[in-house]
């Protein structure tokens, strides 16, 4: 075989295993990148549901509160600690499954009606939803988690002042809701595969989470997501590394008034996902991409 023969074959030899590679790693990658896009739809479509459930969840809770209040203006607290304002609660109550009590409570802390019994001479006031309300009027306050002392039960508390015609503190309305229903509601509207969903509120408190994750009940300012939420409090998208497992995701968030809804993902090595975020609470949702 000739000098020039030679290498001609050479090359074509090269080129049968050039030519192949080239177009698979081409391939390949095109087709990672269409795994990301269909994955950051499909987790930015989730996080609109979820965003949606949680804010008609809060809408409901606001409206529950309103109709305490109406139900009570006027009364003296003689009135409110009577047998029919406790039913009046229970009925009320009965139908939401997301909460798991509603409580009218004096200012010394001392609940005086409620939508199940009580203790009477147990005390909320060293409680955050109370102590939040006692010296201003906060408005609508979301709680951390915790347990309840009447149902036993780990609730986090929706509370609004109650005031007197002069300005003062006259205790509180607060509805008790529960994570285990978020929780639930996550495991349903989720896509299968691996993935996680918490209520958050600002401050990293997490409310509720599915699966469920004691490790972390609070996310660090140092987290991706609570720095998503100053760096971008209208929202947007963001590529980073979780400070919890060191995992790169990809973040996009929404906002809407006066609550923070969150949402990342997950990956495997590298994932795409969606988060929302706005003041108060926060939801987040994360799922795997394969590589």
Not at 38 to 64: C, G, M, Q, Y
């Amino acid at each position: 075989m000739s000098m020039p023969s030679l290498r001609l074959h050479r090359l074509l030899l090269v080129a049968a295993l050039l030519v192949p590679a080239v177009v698979f790693a081409a391939a390949a990658a095109w087709n990672r990148a269409e795994v990301l896009r269909d994955n950051e739809e499909t987790i930015t479509r989730t996080t609109a549901i979820l965003h949606e459930h949680a804010r008609k969840v809060f809408d409901t809770v606001e409206l529950v509160i309103g109709r305490v209040e109406d139900r009570t203006h006027g009364m003296s607290w003689d009135e409110i600690a009577a047998p029919e304002t406790s039913v009046f609660l229970q009925r009320l109550k009965a139908p939401l499954e997301q909460a798991v009590s509603i409580w009218i409570s004096d200012a010394t802390g001392h609940v005086r009606a409620g939508s199940q019994p009580w203790d009477p001479n147990v005390t909320i006031s060293e409680r955050e939803f109370f102590q939040a309300q006692r010296g201003r009027d906060a408005g609508t306050y979301i709680s951390a988690a915790f347990q309840g002392k009447a149902t036993g039960r780990l609730s986090f508390a929706v509370s609004r002042r109650r005031s007197t015609l002069d300005g003062h503190f006259d205790g509180i309305i607060h509805v008790a809701l529960s994570p285990e229903y978020f929780r639930r509601f996550f495991r349903e509207a989720a896509p299968p595969g691996p993935h996680a969903a918490a209520l958050i509120r600002a401050d990293g408190s997490i409310l509720a989470r599915s699966p469920a994750q004691e490790a972390y009940s609070r996310l660090g300012p140092d987290n991706i997501l609570m720095r998503s939420i100053a760096a971008q409090s209208d929202g947007g998208v963001l590529f980073g590394t979780s400070s919890t497992d060191q995992r790169e995701r990809y973040y996009a968030t929404v906002t809407w008034a006066p609550i923070r809804f969150m949402s990342p993902s997950a990956s495997m090595p590298r994932s795409c996902g969606g988060t929302g975020t706005a003041i108060w609470r926060s939801m987040e949702w994360w799922r795997p991409c394969p590589p």
